[in-house]
């Protein structure tokens, strides 16, 4: 089985950062796209980042330029680096990776979700 498992959430003041991990174990070959989500209080879950295999990213337009996705394949992890925090980036983050298994059907794994409070 594959587990998921985050850290790095936290309460900071407005225009703080935050670096939020979340490491892949189990059973894994390879991983394909991981990615953040975060959902906020009586609100969607909204993708916040993405990255592929090959390192290219994408963002929703409320955090560019303000949040960093990266991925440590070695380590089978992925990070969030979150610059200039806002109040209204407050909710729980989800991390998440899509991995084969050993007959290549792939599945989304979530991660548990760490909450990030920006509040002064």
């Known amino acids: 089985q594959v587990q998921l498992v985050e850290s790095g959430g936290g309460l900071v003041q407005p225009g703080g950062s935050l670096r939020l991990s979340c490491a892949a174990s189990?059973?894994?070959?390879?991983?394909?796209?991981m990615g953040w989500y975060r959902q906020a209080p009586g609100k969607q879950r909204e993708l916040v980042a993405t990255?592929?295999?090959?390192?290219?990213?994408n963002y929703a337009d409320s955090v560019k330029g303000r949040f960093t996705i990266s991925r440590d394949n070695a380590k089978n992890t992925v990070y969030l680096q979150m610059n200039s925090l806002k109040p209204e980036d407050t909710a729980v983050y989800y991390c998440?990776?899509?991995?084969?298994?050993?007959?290549?059907?792939?599945?989304?794994?979530w991660g548990q979700g760490t909450q990030v409070t920006v509040s002064s």
């Open positions: 998440y990776a899509i991995i084969p298994s050993a007959v290549g059907a792939t599945r989304r794994y």
């Open positions: 990255i592929t295999s090959g390192g290219s990213t």
């Open positions: 189990g059973s894994i070959f390879s991983i394909n796209a």
